[in-house]
């Protein structure tokens, strides 16, 4: 009755996808970074309601070859330069493939030894590649929002036990929790302090220094004021590496600042941080062992599929105390560490597999050897911006992400208009895909270097995309 | 210079999983279903330290055969009759082998045109086959923590638009905000309150009839008493399928509550909701079409592998207003829908490819086929266990769940140690793999029917291995 497809068929159909996987990550860089289609478009070849009875996986990866794959954008492509560029890589995929035919969920130790296990030592391991000390103790979850939410979760419950009773609502003792974060960190922290009840506005965006990086005199001050209106600080989120330019927080004054205010230090390293892999880069992140928790995230630059983010904090208990919450269902053996106790999720992937095949596959060595070629290219790139007259680089180069800007239009805000125009008319062509952010209240192009099939002749072609695109908007005036 | 895994290497390691994928598909039930491992077991076979020097994938492979794959717990054993029983089917592990290649975002439509409109058609299919009016929408979260957390901070902003800015925090307006649920509701329902600030303490646990469905009237007392009180009553979360006996709440008498006073009503259907693909199934849950979200989880109990959890909610508007929240670097074109605003967490992986392909490999009737069978199997072992006069079945059995009790024992106390021994003695034997809860009080065995692997032949088996080893316990005094 009934039972999985028949083993033969999904055999075939298996290996099928093996080739498909390799022929797609093959001949991507020879489609357009970005499909041609309007909203709409992939829905209206879709059937309104659902099959009534069974096709083959044949007929299935055929569909999925004519709608599915053409359609997406191809974030693999080496001219995906957009947001934060990111691979999925082979050991990668290979890993998230076999996770989702063991199909466990590792919210027990008992309910998949191995994926708990694998997950504790692998996440150990990119402790030490990252050089942070033995005190770190790391878990994987599915996004950064969600490992920051946590984090300042645990900062709550620090501040005051009773609110994981009690709750925030009404109580005079807990009024006025403020998170401190400059105007360049991520969206994700906003999302935090909504989802955790302590209110958008209690979110203080602290101003930065020239070079994007959070003013840690203006945090003082901020601290300060908020403290004299009888406000409660709880908790600063620093970035090392912020998502428009990647700029760095100083780290160390924020520490001290936070040490000496009794505040919660999470690090926000979901992009930036794989770079401390390397030695070299680890001047950047001077001050973050002295956080409290600290977000990296290997399915941004540590080449590991979508989701994957760690989150080590110093006290794990304190995550512990914050959330844990056994049910019967659940109960299980002492002894076992189940690490569903870390988070709000019951369910979890196991993600760690994937995370340790994509760093034995390439190593320590490999790994940094593809950081240092990425940041490579983002310098050389941003010299050639910068020895262009027409163009100018517009905030510092720490790691693989570019923002600059074209000089045309007889103001600011032609010049915004200018950019906009410039960055459509350049993702419009086809082989590359950049983005966009607002400094300064100014509109300027990202480039950001993540994608291990990007190679020289990629960026250099996507810089003469862009001069090729400003000349001919400039011809057409 | 570096660069991902070379394409034939990659390809030949993607044939080889496709074998090891279906070799273990094919011969999972021959093992145990839990590993004979102690805690550390694992750890101590791995290396401390990630490798300097990248290793090749077969290298890789043979170790993943050699240390993890036997030492997982077997979820897709036939004879894993525990928690929940699941199958990430093979539709679903190609749709998942797949998504892990494109490695796309799903963030913003523009991020991924094809992942974006399939989720959309997709949840909508799901939508259909559950028997639900057009009214509502669904988009696809990890899990259902993660969908009754949304739900509920839905609910917090329908009572009061300025908590998203201003928090809850010491404001009086907004004390004593209150959700309630039966003592039988999921703990995913604790961590969201506790989550969102609402407080643990504010989650009235209700208690239920004799067979285990939330008291409707004992509902309204508990409502009226914190009205009494000055508390603002803000959610109802219903639960259709509970973890320990698959009760359904009377969800028709509870949406009238909810809508004379006004509640937020969220179904919990994660597991059972999946049983409304068969109408006759649907009488089950009259009254769900009333609720203002309702979360059903396809890595449950429609064969899609973990994670994959639908959140159908009324107005979405609503979900988008608690949480969207656009940063410059992620602004779009007007007419796209960009399903990050439906959240917490920005990064979105592909998932909806799986659930896509699962629906059309089995077919509506496939999925009905398959859920009815294991609902039968279900009534017939719960049939034989009540023929048994050493044995109870304790709660009735409206889907593939069936709870029992040994009735070795002079009282209650006795009784519970001796069920407990019990199961100790059924999972170690190996071929079969039960949990437990506890029901007033007393411990009780559950037997969960979910897995695609499952026949009768299984269940009788794991029924001859209660008895055999209630025997032979009975046989050692």
């Known amino acids: ?33 970005l499909p041609l289609v309007e909203p709409g478009d992939v829905a209206a070849q879709l059937p309104p309601s ?109 501040l005051d036990p ?23 960190a991520h969206s994700s922290v906003d999302k935090a302090v909504m989802a955790l009840g302590i209110g958008h506005g209690n979110l203080r965006r602290i101003a930065c220094d020239e070079q994007f990086r959070l003013a840690p005199e203006e945090l003082a001050a901020a601290i300060e004021a908020d403290r004299q209106t009888g406000l409660q600080p709880m908790a600063v989120v620093a970035t090392a590496g912020t998502t ?30 794989s770079a401390a892999v390397c030695e070299e880069y680890r001047r950047h992140f001077a001050g973050w062992e002295r956080a409290d928790s600290i977000v990296v995230n290997p399915h941004k630059w540590l080449f590991t599929p979508v989701d994957c983010s760690v989150l080590f904090v110093r006290e794990e208990d304190l995550l512990r105390e914050t959330f844990s919450l056994v049910p019967e269902y659940l109960r299980s053996q002492e002894g076992e560490k189940n690490l569903m106790d870390l988070g709000v999720q019951l369910g979890r992937r196991f993600r760690a597999l994937k995370l340790w095949m994509v760093i034995r596959a390439f190593g320590v060595d490999g ?20 020895g262009d007259r027409d163009f100018e680089v517009v905030a510092p180069v720490p790691f693989s992400t570019v923002c600059f800007r074209w000089l045309e239009g007889a103001d600011d805000d032609e010049r915004d208009a200018k950019n906009e125009a410039l960055l459509a008319r350049i993702n419009a062509e086809g082989p590359v895909f950049l983005s966009h952010t607002r400094l300064r209240g100014r509109y300027v192009l990202r480039a950001a270097i993540g994608n291990l099939r990007t190679t020289k002749e990629h960026v250099d072609a996507a810089w003469r995309t862009v001069r090729r695109c400003a000349r001919r908007l400039d011809a057409a005036g």
């Not at 498909?20 to 860089?29: K, R, T």
């Not at 009404?170 to 998170?179: A, F, M, Y």
């Open 244 to 273: 428009s330019t990647t700029s760095v927080d100083p780290l160390t004054a924020i520490a001290d600042l936070c040490q000496r205010q009794g505040l919660w230090l999470h690090v926000d390293g979901a992009y930036a941080g």
């Open 367 to 386: 790994l940094q050897e593809r950081i240092r070629y990425h940041c490579a290219l983002a310098e050389e790139l941003a010299r050639r911006i910068d």
């Open 162 to 184: 009773t609110i994981r009773e009690r709750g925030l609502a009404g109580r005079s003792e807990v009024s006025g929790l403020t998170v401190y974060a400059s105007d360049q």
């Open 1 to 33: 009755m009934g039972g999985d497809v028949p083993i033969p068929e999904l055999r075939r159909a298996l290996h099928r996808v093996a080739d498909e996987i390799a022929d797609y990550l093959d001949s991507v860089g020879e489609r357009r970074v």
């Open 50 to 158: 659902p099959p009534r009875t069974g096709e083959s996986l044949e007929q299935i990866l055929d569909d999925y070859k004519q709608l599915i794959e053409p359609n997406v954008t191809h974030w693999n492509h080496p001219g995906f330069l957009a947001y934060f560029s990111i691979t999925g890589s082979g050991p990668g995929i290979i890993g998230e493939a076999l996770a989702s035919a063991l199909n466990v969920n590792a919210m027990l130790w008992r309910t998949s030894p191995a994926a708990t296990e694998l997950e504790v030592v692998t996440c150990d391991w990119l402790r030490q590649m990252l050089g942070l000390d033995e005190g770190f103790s790391g878990h994987i979850n599915d996004t950064a929002s969600i490992s920051t939410l946590l984090a300042l979760a645990a900062a709550r419950h620090r």
